[in-house]
Nanobody
């Protein structure tokens, strides 16, 4: 079973920064596509950023230029660096992984973390 452990959420003021981390096993980190998704109150879940298992990275247009996705091979962690956050970035953020996942289509991911709350105040 794939285990994904999210950390780093919390409250931040608009314009600030926050880093989310998703820890996985070495096997998952190397062989699976991994991505961050988010769900704002009253809205559907959407893709934010991630890496395919071939190393190709994806970032949603809504956060491009503000958020950056990175992989830490020493700790098998997928990191989402969030800069210049906006109140619209508020929501539950989920880490997902799948051996056959691709891009930011949530239907292609079958393994999900518990989610972590991010709240941006204006």
């Amino acid at each position: 079973q794939v285990k994904l452990v999210e950390s780093g959420g919390g409250s931040v003021q608009a314009g600030g920064s926050l880093t989310l981390s998703c820890a996985a096993t070495e096997y998952t980190f190397i062989r699976y596509s991994m991505a961050w998704f988010r769900q704002a109150p009253g809205k559907e879940r959407e893709g934010v950023a991630g890496f395919n298992n071939n190393g190709v990275g994806y970032t949603a247009d809504s956060v491009k230029g503000r958020f950056r996705i990175s992989k830490d091979s020493a700790t098998f962690t997928l990191n989402l660096l969030m800069d210049r956050v906006e109140p619209e970035d508020t929501g539950m953020y989920y880490c997902a992984a799948d051996r056959r996942g691709s891009g930011l289509d949530q239907d292609q991911y079958n393994n999900w973390g518990q989610g972590i709350q991010v709240t941006v105040s204006s």
